[in-house]
Structures are given as C-alpha cells and as structure tokens.
C-alpha cells in the first residue's frame, strides 16, 4: 500500500503551492501567501545596498555620497527593467488565471531575449558614460572618481542585475513567489559575507573600497542567476521552462513592450526624479548629499514590503481577469491598501520616535545627524499615503493598464517635484528642507490620483 505524504511535509507543501489556484479562496490568504515572500525577497534586494552603505559609511561622507550618487543611476536602470517586467508579468498572469501554460511559457521565453538586449545597451552606457552621468549631479573630482567607478562595475555587470530580476517577475507573475525568496536568502546572505571582505581587504582580499561594494553586488547577483536558472528549468517550477522549439516571437516581444514601456517610463521618471533632485541638493554641499542618502535607504526598507504587497495584489489582479473575475480582482487590490497602510503608519511611528539611533546605523559623523532627521522626519508625511500610491500602481500594472500610471508619473515629476524642488527653496527660507517637502508633496498626489483612477473601473476591461 502506498504510503500518503503527510499534509506538512516540506516537499507537499511546495507541490501544493505550485498547484495553488490564486483566483480561487479567500483572497485575505492568498494575498499574504504571495506577499510575505515578495516582502522578504524585496527586503532583501534593499538589504544588499543597506548593508553596503553601512560599511561604505566607514570610509566617510564623501564615500556616502558617490555611492548615493552613483546608486540613483543604478535605480534609474532597475526602475527601467522592472518597467518591462511589468508587460511580462501581465501577460504572464492573464495566462495563467486563464489556464494557458503554452503561452505563459512562450512569454517568458521572449522576456529572457528581451532581458538580453536590455542588458548590452545597460553595459554599453556604463563603459562610455559613467563619469557624465555623475558629473550631471556633482563637479566634486573625489565623488566623481569614486562614484564613476561604482557606477561602470555596476553597469558592465548589469546582466546579472537584468535576468534575476526578469526571473523573479516570471516565477512571481506565475503564482511561485517561494522560489525567489529562497534564492534572495541564498545570494543575500553570500552578498552580506563579502561586502566587508571586498571593501576593506580583510584576509586574502585586496582592498577595493567602495569599487569592492560593486563587485559584492555583481558576484552575489550572479549567483541569484544561477540558481533562477536551476528553479526555470527544472521541477519546482510552476511553468517548467524549455526553450525547445524556440523561436523569435516579435508579437509577444512587441505586446511585453506596449504594455511595458509605460511602467518603464514611470519607472525612469520616479528614479530621474531622485537624480534631478541630487542635482538641487549638490550646491548645498556633501553633508547634506550623504543625509539625503541616508534618508532614501531608510525609505527604500518602507517601499520595499509595500511594493511586495503590491506586487502579490497584481499577481492576483492578473490572474482574477484571467480567470473572467473582475471584482475579486478589485477586492484584493484593496484589501492590499489597507495591509500595506496599516504597516506604513506602525513603522512611520518607529522611525519618528527613534529617528536619531537609526541615522546613526548608518553613520558615524554627529554633523549629519540633524539634517538627516529633518529629511526623514518629512518624508514619513508621504509614507502615510505609500499604499494608496505603490499597492494601486502595482495592481493597474498587473492589470496591463500602465498608461495612467506613467501618465501620473509625468505630472507628478514634472509639474510638483520638480517645480517645487527648484523654487521652494529660493522662494522662501526653508533652504533644502524645501526639496524634502516638494518630494513628500510628490507621494501624496501621486497617491490620491491613483485612488481616483483606479475608482473608475476602467482597468477592468483592459485587453492585452
């Protein structure tokens, strides 16, 4: 007689998931059953860059910011690949709710190819360019040398960043957001290991300074590529990619590009608003570049868990249009606004309380510590609203509806942030606090017009 797995086993546990229809049951459970591993995963990409500041932090302010610097470019560059991800993931989700696995598997074929080319203009920008790009935010010789040089690693490395990153949407787009999780506690841990090692030279090591932060970043990242590729093609994973029969598919290339370049453009425009704004805060001198700095990692471990809830509410918005079920969709985006608004205001109140022990983390200079409470003070105004801004742009994203999402992105940097940004603080006395505020304004406008968008129910009867 044939022995029946036990319900908690770790291997029926990973079965069940791969067999889990998300468009069916409570839509509470399925929601956190995708997120927590999404808020892991997610935390943990911020985590590497985190990690890294607190030791960049030893090698002083100017280190702090020609990583900082040079750091928005590397986001500007993610915030445009996970722009393209957001086609696939839509493509990829429809298919799935609709029970298609053929052309889920035909799509995430096509996203890899698109990943590679990505990954050759990204390389090509970063050996001819990488020194411009600082200097359109700083004419400091020491931050341009330093940031430079983070920057071209970066970018030359840049494949690695691009493929796990399309690997994790396509696992996470299917249903599977385990397998990445998983991956990220592996490449993680091995990043958090090196860093220090590669930085300062500890034991067999050379000493590469904050050049060693990059190359920390690139190595760990190619492990994560690895081991994607391993979940892909083989058992645990929910697709069982296989490139036999391939073949060049420009109408799904060009449907993952129409649907994705808006979220791109979105993505470009929050992370060159980041770089415009570096620009600003540059005159007022490194102190305040490097508090500034601070300020946004310690908001990237805020957006991170709203942006996995958000991205667990699209997978599940995706997949529920699939499935021909509008409303549970719509019902699990909001759901996922309140998680995300409930977590933003618990941790606003910690980081307001306790803002001076948690700057210091980062920090070993007492001259920054009070600007950098001031930015951080400001910002939480705006986190308040980050799950009516995040949690919606990720669910109208999973919807394939990522025009009004750019559309928002545009006039949210173009006509508040950065109009603002410049004026405020030569119109009035509040110098570059000014800048913070005109951020801070960015977020809650952003958010209220995602709110009266989404209320319309046009997303609904988006085709892809």
């Known amino acids: 007689m044939t022995k029946k797995p036990k319900e908690g086993n770790g291997d029926g546990l990973a079965a069940r998931r791969l067999r889990q229809d998300w468009t069916q049951g409570s839509i509470f459970k399925n929601l956190l059953l995708l997120s927590w591993p999404m808020a892991i995963t997610q935390s943990l990409m911020t985590l590497g860059p985190t990690i890294d500041m607190i030791w960049v932090g030893k090698l002083g302010a100017t280190a702090i910011a020609a990583v900082g610097v040079s750091g928005v470019a590397v986001q500007l560059a993610q915030g445009a690949m996970m722009g393209l991800t957001a ?39 970063g050996i001819f360019f990488s020194e411009e790009i600082i200097r359109l935010v700083t004419q400091n010789p020491d931050i341009i040398s ?18 796990r990153m399309m690997m994790d949407s396509i696992m996470q787009a299917s249903g599977d957001s385990m397998n990445p999780m998983q991956i990220a506690i592996v490449f993680r841990i091995f990043h958090i290991a090196l860093c220090p090692f590669m930085i300062f030279g ?10 060693g932060a990059a190359y920390t970043s690139v190595i760990s990242q190619t492990l994560g590529v690895v081991l994607g590729l391993r979940v892909l093609f083989g058992a645990k994973s929910r697709l069982r990619l296989s490139f036999k029969g391939f073949r060049f598919d420009i109408s799904i290339i060009w449907r993952i590009v129409r649907i994705g370049f808006p979220a791109l453009i979105a993505g470009i425009q929050r992370n060159l608003n980041q770089f415009i704004l570096q620009r600003f805060l540059a005159p007022f001198g490194t102190i305040v570049l490097a508090a500034h700095t601070i300020a946004q990692r310690l908001e990237m471990l805020i957006l991170m868990p709203a942006m996995a809830i958000g991205m667990g509410a699209g997978v599940l918005v995706g997949q529920n249009l699939g499935a021909k079920q ?26 307001f309380f306790w803002s001076t022990p948690v700057i210091r983390i980062f920090n070993s200079d007492p001259a920054l510590d009070e600007t950098a409470k001031q930015f951080l003070h400001i910002a939480i105004v705006g986190w308040l609203l980050i799950g009516f801004m995040f949690v919606l742009m990720n669910s109208l994203q999973g919807a394939g509806d990522t025009v009004p999402t750019m559309i928002i992105s545009i006039i949210t940097t173009w006509l508040i942030t950065i109009p603002f940004a410049y004026f405020l603080p030569k119109w009035t006395n509040w110098g ?5 505020w005109a951020m801070t304004a960015s977020t809650v406008v952003g958010g209220l017009a995602n709110v009266i968008y989404f209320r319309t129910g046009k997303w609904k009867t988006r085709r892809v």
């Open 87 to 125: 086609g696939m993931r839509a493509l990829i989700a429809r298919s799935i709710g609709s029970k298609d696995m053929e052309t889920a598997n035909r799509v995430a074929q096509q996203a890899i190819v698109v990943s590679m080319i990505y990954s050759i203009l990204i390389a090509f920008i």
């Open 202 to 211: 500890w034991w067999i090591f050379p000493k590469l300074g904050v050049s």
């Open 432 to 436: 570059v606090i000014g800048i913070r």
């Open 326 to 351: 509008p409303q549970r969709a719509e019902r699990s985006a909001w759901l996922a606004v309140g998680l995300v608004e409930v977590f933003a205001i618990l941790a606003s109140a910690v980081l």
């Open 146 to 163: 330093m940031g430079a040089v983070y920057l071209r690693i970066q970018f030359i490395g840049g494949a690695t960043m691009s493929f």
